[in-house]
């Protein structure tokens, strides 16, 4: 009789335990599959048990604690990573694991646009607020107000109430790839971002501005000239030298960049009474650099300006052959003669 119940009573274990094995194994079968994926967030901290009981509450398994047992057996889930991602309900556990280890979250919408060499903040504003990334009047605040940008190598622009955007120069001209929600003020935040990064690649840019005497905002401004003058790359530290060499002899420097800087609109042709446009950056009228850049010039233009190329040229006009080349004289005669080769040619 004590044999037969102790029979009974192993019978009832087994029935048991093979009623909780069924229950288990019901419990990690996939969800009923679909096509419509389930899209959620595991927040950056979120622990094994948590994550487990996100994954019942969003419908893509039965159970969270049997999810836990598994990650238990497997010796996995700690290295979930945090982020955005998107399930099919109905895919199995090892595919949950497998997506959450290696982290494929959703990629992030970004938006890619292009700054040319050369512009101004005001065409920076314009073609990034046509192509819908900025704010264009938000744009143009910001560019006059560097307090809003953590960025050590703005820290050094000269406070003067003459500058007409104070980061003018300082927007490097590049092709970005940003977050599609980014901000007015992210988009300038990495055009700084990269501007440092250009400008710490330079070699030796302290003992360069020292042998110059210039501060890197005036080499800015140089190179911002330059960049608006030259098309021929090759022409790029020879136009720097007359720079430098007219500013030696005190001659004003009468570049057409800065004048058209002034101009709502650039013209083909500047007029005469153009040039007398009242303003600290006309260079007819005034000796010596306009107070800070006049276009956020590229890296080969900051470089001509740290290392211009010597010569005894003090004049350059612009050929009309269609080759946007320069003829340079040393006298004011040979200028007036190259004048009248350039119309020539035309």
Same mark, same amino acid.
């Given at each position: 009789?004590?044999?037969?119940?102790?029979?009974?009573?192993?019978?009832?274990?087994?029935?048991?335990?093979?009623?909780?094995?069924?229950?288990?194994?019901?419990?990690?079968?996939?969800?009923?599959?679909?096509?419509? /994926?389930?899209?959620? *967030?595991? $927040?950056?901290? &979120?622990? +094994?048990?948590?994550?487990?009981?996100?994954?019942?509450? !969003?419908?893509?398994?039965?159970?969270?604690?049997?999810?836990?047992?598994?990650?238990?057996?497997?010796?996995?889930?700690?290295?979930?990573?945090?982020?955005?991602?998107?399930?099919?309900?109905?895919?199995?556990?090892?595919?949950?694991?497998?997506?959450?280890?290696?982290?494929?979250?959703?990629?992030?919408?970004?938006?890619?646009?292009?700054?040319?060499?050369?512009?101004?903040?005001?065409?920076?504003?314009?073609?990034?607020?046509?192509?819908?990334?900025?704010?264009?009047?938000?744009?143009?605040?910001?560019?006059?107000?560097?307090?809003?940008?953590?960025?050590?190598?703005?820290?050094?622009?000269?406070?003067?109430?003459?500058?007409?955007?104070?980061?003018?120069?300082?927007?490097? /001209?590049?092709?970005? *790839?940003? $977050?599609?929600? &980014?901000? +007015?003020?992210?988009?300038?935040?990495?055009?700084?971002? !990269?501007?440092?990064?250009?400008?710490?690649?330079?070699?030796?840019?302290?003992?360069?501005?020292?042998?110059?005497?210039?501060?890197?905002?005036?080499?800015?401004?140089?190179?911002?000239?330059?960049?608006?003058?030259?098309?021929?790359?090759?022409?790029?530290?020879?136009?720097?030298?007359?720079?430098?060499?007219?500013?030696?002899?005190?001659?004003?420097?009468?570049?057409?960049?800065?004048?058209?800087?002034?101009?709502?609109?650039?013209?083909?042709?500047?007029?005469?009474?153009?040039?007398?446009?009242?303003?600290?950056?006309?260079?007819?009228?005034?000796?010596?650099?306009?107070?800070?850049?006049?276009?956020?010039?590229?890296?080969?233009?900051?470089?001509?300006?740290?290392?211009?190329?010597?010569?005894?040229?003090?004049?350059?006009?612009?050929?009309?052959?269609?080759?946007?080349?320069?003829?340079?004289?040393?006298?004011?005669?040979?200028?007036?003669?190259?004048?009248?080769?350039?119309?020539?040619?035309?």
């Amino acid at each position: 009789m004590k044999g037969k119940a102790i029979l009974v009573f192993l019978l009832i274990i087994v029935v048991v335990a093979g009623g909780a094995g069924v229950y288990v194994w019901n419990m990690m079968r996939p969800v009923q599959a679909s096509t419509e /994926p389930t899209v959620f *967030e595991i $927040k950056s901290g &979120s622990g +094994t048990s948590k994550i487990a009981d996100q994954l019942e509450q !969003e419908g893509l398994i039965r159970s969270g604690l049997a999810f836990k047992g598994y990650l238990k057996w497997k010796k996995q889930g700690s290295n979930f990573m945090a982020g955005t991602y998107s399930l099919n309900p109905g895919v199995s556990y090892d595919e949950i694991i497998s997506k959450l280890s290696n982290g494929e979250v959703v990629p992030e919408s970004m938006v890619k646009f292009t700054i040319p060499e050369g512009y101004t903040v005001l065409q920076m504003a314009d073609k990034l607020s046509a192509e819908g990334i900025v704010d264009r009047e938000e744009f143009i605040k910001l560019a006059n107000d560097p307090s809003a940008f953590d960025i050590d190598i703005i820290k050094d622009i000269p406070v003067d109430e003459e500058l007409r955007y104070v980061l003018e120069g300082y927007l490097f /001209p590049e092709t970005y *790839e940003l $977050k599609e929600e &980014s901000s +007015t003020q992210e988009v300038m935040q990495r055009m700084l971002e !990269e501007f440092q990064t250009k400008i710490d690649s330079i070699p030796d840019l302290a003992s360069k501005l020292k042998e110059r005497n210039l501060s890197l905002h005036e080499v800015l401004t140089i190179a911002s000239l330059v960049e608006r003058e030259v098309v021929v790359d090759q022409e790029r530290a020879l136009v720097a030298g007359v720079i430098y060499n007219r500013i030696k002899q005190d001659m004003k420097l009468e570049i057409d960049a800065t004048v058209q800087y002034l101009l709502d609109k650039p013209k083909a042709r500047l007029l005469f009474k153009d040039l007398k446009v009242q303003s600290p950056y006309n260079t007819y009228l005034n000796k010596g650099l306009p107070p800070g850049p006049i276009a956020s010039p590229s890296l080969a233009s900051i470089e001509a300006a740290l290392e211009p190329e010597a010569s005894d040229y003090l004049f350059y006009v612009t050929k009309k052959d269609g080759t946007f080349g320069h003829l340079f004289a040393k006298t004011y005669k040979e200028h007036q003669q190259n004048i009248a080769k350039s119309k020539a040619a035309q």
